[in-house]
């Protein structure tokens, strides 16, 4: 497996604009985490889904953020309209369903917001 | 407040091993704990955890005192490769994973 895929690696865009990140988890894995990492606060939890279902939303910063799983395979994160506090990089994880199994992580998006 | 408590920063010599302590004094019953690292510009890795024994896997070694308050990483033969912060955490498995929090961490560096 090739580890859980994200995309686009790196992201610059203008304030105001859409920007959606994309995450593949690693096949079987029933959960899947989005975190969010800057210098001032470390690494966040912003949403995390079990079997395609959102069950924690409650670290989405606002309604400018939203997140979808549409299948097992496929999560998006979805900012409209983005700031530039919106700067950081964006990590999706998965795991599987098994007590104190541990979480894999992406490479992240690191997003830019001018 | 913060469940986990670590030294901010500590060096280690290539080929020796690396000990990287943890304080988790108020950790409860059915709490594990676990061990994270994030080498610069990647994605936090998954190294280790455990209850209350002590545990080993190909990449590091988990001692937990007795009392189950402190822990120690062991990296047995640090390489530059293992340059990263390293995070300790403690988690039960009934916990919401908006607690998995990953706090500051050990930055770790591992010199020739």
């Known amino acids: 497996d090739a580890g859980v895929i994200q995309s686009p690696r790196h992201e610059v865009t203008e304030m105001g604009q859409e920007v959606t990140l994309r995450c593949k988890p690693i096949?079987?894995?029933?959960?899947l985490f989005w975190y969010r990492q800057t210098m001032m606060r470390g690494l966040e939890l912003l949403i995390y889904?079990?079997?395609?279902?959102?069950?924690?939303d409650s670290g989405m910063p606002e309604d400018r953020f939203s997140a979808k799983m549409p299948n097992a395979s496929f999560s998006t994160l979805k900012i409209q309209p983005s700031e530039p506090r919106d700067s950081a990089v964006y990590f999706c994880?998965?795991?599987?369903?098994?007590?104190?199994?541990?979480?894999?992580f992406g490479q992240g998006t690191r997003l830019t917001v001018v | 407040d913060a469940k986990t408590t670590q030294p901010t920063s500590m060096d280690c010599a290539e080929g020796r091993a690396a000990n990287l302590p943890c304080n988790h004094s108020?950790?409860?019953?059915?709490?594990?704990v676990y061990w994270y690292r994030q080498i610069h510009s990647q994605g936090p890795q998954y190294i280790i955890h455990?209850?209350?024994n002590n545990e080993t896997n190909e990449m590091a070694s988990l001692i937990i005192t007795e009392d189950r308050k402190s822990s120690t990483l062991i990296l047995p033969h640090a390489t530059l490769r293992d340059t990263a912060v390293y995070y300790c955490?403690?988690?039960?498995?009934?916990?919401?994973?908006?607690?998995?929090?990953f706090g500051a961490g050990t930055q770790v560096v591992v010199t020739p």
């Open positions: 994880a998965s795991r599987p369903n098994n007590r104190g199994g541990e979480a894999f």
């Open positions: 096949s079987g894995h029933d959960y």
């Open positions: 889904f079990n079997n395609n279902v959102p069950i924690d």
């Open positions: 108020t950790i409860s019953g059915n709490e594990y």
């Open positions: 455990g209850l209350k």
């Open positions: 955490i403690v988690r039960a498995p009934t916990d919401s994973w908006g607690k998995l929090q």
